[in-house]
Nanobody
Framework: QVQLEESGGGLVQAGGSLRLSCTTS????????MGWFRQAPGKEREFVAA????????YYADSVKGRFTISRDNAKNTVYLQMNSLKFEDTAVYYC????????????????WGQGTQVTVSS
């Protein structure tokens, strides 16, 4: 069982930045691919970004490409989502998720999920 915990959410003005973190205290994340997803009010959860177990491959939704960066520090057992040039439409609860080794973009491909962290972008 992998228990994930997100942090770093908050309220930010449009154009600002936030960095989300995802970690686990019980197991190492080094053998897991990690994904970030988000769910806005009244909308379905959607893919944001993913990174494979080594950090050598990353994937992004078109809506965040060029603004968001996913990275990982396996020594710190932490995955990050750096969010720049935030827009009002980025407002959502952001979730991190884990699956073995290979990154994926589908919700159903992930085995473990965190509880989410709220990101609110004011216009």
């Amino acid at each position: 069982q992998v228990q994930l915990e997100e942090s770093g959410g908050g309220l930010v003005q449009a154009g600002g930045s936030l960095r989300l973190s995802c970690t686990t205290s019980r197991r190492t994340l080094s053998s897991y691919a990690m994904g970030w997803f988000r769910q806005a009010p009244g909308k379905e959860r959607e893919f944001v970004a993913a990174i494979n177990w080594s950090g050598g491959s990353t994937y992004y939704a078109d809506s965040v490409k060029g603004r968001f960066t996913i990275s990982r520090d396996n020594a710190k057992n932490t995955v990050y989502l750096q969010m720049n040039s935030l827009k009002f439409e980025d407002t959502a609860v952001y979730y991190c998720a884990a699956r073995p080794f290979v990154a994926a973009t589908r919700i159903a491909d992930y085995d473990y999920w965190g509880q989410g962290t709220q990101v609110t972008v004011s216009s």
